[in-house]
């Protein structure tokens, strides 16, 4: 199953150096709950469309994961990973995001398609959304504002073997 692990470059770093990502780890997948969720709302939407969605919501939850991590970049990070399907066990809490899901199965460089990191440009957006994402997600819509600046910017996609390179470059 295809899943997307927030991160931060600090993450990135540790799974370059180390060659893995312990378990157990939150992802975001496409989860029958997601399914639901777009069939209400955009019954037409393909799987690419909601791994799309999977993607965006772990680029939301590494904005809380920089927040914890004042050594990391300010970057969004994300990994797509490829892991097995019974290692992948969604959350059916109403509460969390519904394509929400943990991975039992460390995270292995060689199960990594691709890493999605924020350019140089989207920092000082991300820096002042990284400050106010725990009250947009309490419903602040000028802290929202804000996290929507730095979810405006697009990630870039990078091959598993250009990761290494890519972090020599922050």
Known sequence: M???LPATTTVLRSLVDEGRLAAPQTVFAVTP?????????DAGADTE???YA???AAARASLRLIDLDPLAARRRVVLAADVPDAAVSPM???HVDPGA????HEVRLQDVA???IDG???EDDVRAAVNVVLEADLGSDDAQFVVDQAEGHELAWYATQEIGPALELL
């Open 2 to 4: 295809r899943v997307y």
């Open 49 to 51: 469309e909601l791994e």
């Open 114 to 116: 691709s890493a999605h």
């Open 33 to 41: 709950r997601l399914r639901d969720f777009y069939a209400l709302s």
């Open 101 to 104: 899901a943990r991975v039992e």
């Open 54 to 56: 999977a993607l965006l």
């Open 120 to 122: 140089a440009d989207a």
């Open 92 to 94: 059916d809490d109403p």
